[in-house]
C-alpha cells in the first residue's frame, strides 16, 4: 500500500519563501508521476505544479517563476519549493502520486500553507 506525508506548511508573510516536502512509502518510487495540489476555501482542487517519472516538469500560470517541483528519488520525496508567496497562495496543499502501470492515485492528508501579514 503507498503513503503518502506531506509536511513544511505554515504561515508565511507575503514575499516570503517556504518549501513542502512529500514522502512516499510503499511501491517503486522513481516510475510515479507526482504533483502538487491545492485548495483554498470555497474553491475547486486545483493542479498546481507535476513532475514525471523522467523529470518532465509543468505549472499552472498562476505559479510559474515562482515555484519549483522537484524529485529525489533516492529519499522517496517530492518537493514544493514557493518564493514569493501571495496572498492567493493560501489554501490547503495535496501530494498526488500516479501509477502509470495501475492507473491508481494516492494522495496525502494536505498541509496547510496560509500568506498573510
Known amino acids: 500500500q503507498v503513503q503518502v506525508v506531506e509536511s513544511g506548511g505554515d504561515l508565511v508573510q507575503p514575499g516570503g519563501s517556504l518549501r513542502l516536502s512529500c514522502a512516499v512509502s510503499?511501491?517503486?518510487?522513481?516510475?510515479?508521476?507526482l504533483g502538487w495540489y491545492r485548495q483554498a476555501p470555497g474553491k475547486q482542487r486545483e493542479s498546481v505544479a507535476a513532475?514525471?517519472?523522467?523529470?518532465?516538469?509543468n505549472y499552472v500560470d498562476s505559479v510559474k517563476g515562482r515555484f519549483t517541483i522537484s524529485r529525489d528519488n533516492a529519499k522517496n520525496t517530492v518537493y514544493l519549493q514557493m518564493n514569493s508567496l501571495k496572498p492567493e497562495d493560501t489554501a490547503v496543499y495535496y501530494c498526488n502520486v500516479y501509477s502509470v502501470f495501475t492507473t491508481k492515485n494516492y494522495w496525502g492528508q494536505g498541509t496547510q500553507v496560509t500568506v498573510s501579514s
Open positions: 510503499g511501491g517503486i518510487f522513481s516510475i510515479y508521476d
Open positions: 513532475i514525471t517519472s523522467a523529470g518532465t516538469t
